[in-house]
């Protein structure tokens, strides 16, 4: 913050005027609670069409989705690095479109526990309330948690039950997930909890199937060698790839959502670190800063075109020139190729492996497809 100007201490009348307009809402308590503070905590100023230029509030919004995302005079006034005196705190658009929703996740006391709520969350999050409202409240935890496994352990090792707070996964353990394998019913990811079993061989077993690339040849195609240091791997389920990234000291954030299943706290639990986003935001990474983006499985043809459009533009945009898109078992059927290769073609990569297959997993006679490719954004690129 460049821009200071005296504190502004909080008169007697301003107390009073703020108790009185803010006595029917539950930002009271938390009001009340911070008034030995000595600058006016912005969160308190009272959402007034006359601050700013905004279209007026609607009252029928949660009273913690206006505290929250009503705009916030600056306490100093015009900040040059905002070019603004006011701060607009962001929600996902859709978000006021899903109210019974949004109430339900923003009834809360202030200081309190937040409601036990993590599905509801995350529905709302992937119908495109992301980012999701700040909350002020403790989220639900597990009541007696274990310290984490030391490394390097954790990386190959099941967390004991009580560092995960179960309440959202049909599992309550992690033995129940492992055996999952076995289950005929569907789960996202459903044989990543088993350490011993396909988890451990992926990446870095060779195969016979040239849709399967290893980390280690990939590592080689980087020029120079030791250049991939630093990268993020989207969808990347239980963080096993971050994990094989480790032990060779390159650093992966993973992005994974928790579908019946604790992915986030699983992969903080090996010692890689999780991220909670969806594949509908744009990446928190500044343009042209990351040596790898890796994806299996889930860049497919679930995701609209043009949103995938989108993520192929995004995913090039942080890579930095001579940065390597590993896009790892892309999911299609026969007739979609034409669609799919000029969307992935059009981003301006160029092509260090490009394979296509038959997925044949299920059946030839559902004529379905795999491209795996390795894309390097340009060093000479095209801006
Ligand atoms: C907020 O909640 C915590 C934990 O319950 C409590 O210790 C603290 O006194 C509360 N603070 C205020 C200002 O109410
Ligand atoms: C990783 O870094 C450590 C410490 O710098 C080094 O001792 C180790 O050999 C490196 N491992 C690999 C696989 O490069």
Known sequence: MDSLSPHRHLSLSHLLLFLLLLASSNL???????????????SLQTPSISLSSS???????????????????????????????????????????FPSDLAAFLSYPVNGSCPDDELLAQKLLLRG?????????????????SPPLPF??????????NSVHWSAYSCKSF?????RKHSKSFDDCKDCFDLD??????WVTPSSNPLDFTIDQVLADAS???????GLDIGGGAGSFAVRMK?????????SMNLNGPFNSFVAARGVVPLYISISQRLPFFDNTLDIVHSMHVLSNWIPTTLLHFILFDVYRVLRPGGLFWLDHFFFVEDQMEEYVPVIESVGFRKVRWEVGRKLDRGPELGEMYISALLEKPLNNSW
Do not use: M, Y
């Open 247 to 255: 032990e060779r000291n390159v650093t992966i954030v993973t992005t």
């Open 129 to 145: 309330c992301e980012p999701l409202p700040r909350r002020r409240c403790r989220p639900a935890a597990p009541p007696h948690p």
């Open 152 to 161: 390097p352990l954790s990386l190959w090792s099941l967390p004991p039950d």
């Open 175 to 179: 033995a129940c997930l492992v055996a």
């Open 28 to 42: 009271l308590t938390f009001f009340l609670f911070s008034s030995h503070s000595t600058s006016c905590p912005s």
């Open 55 to 97: 279209p007026p509030p609607n009252p029928s919004l949660p009273s913690e989705f206006l505290a929250f995302t009503s705009p916030q005079p600056l306490p100093f006034g015009h900040n040059h690095n905002f070019d603004s005196a006011t701060l607009h705190p962001p929600v996902g658009l859709p978000c006021p479109l």
């Open 224 to 230: 120079p060698p030791g250049s991939i240091r630093i």
């Open 197 to 202: 079993g396909r988890e451990k061989h992926r």
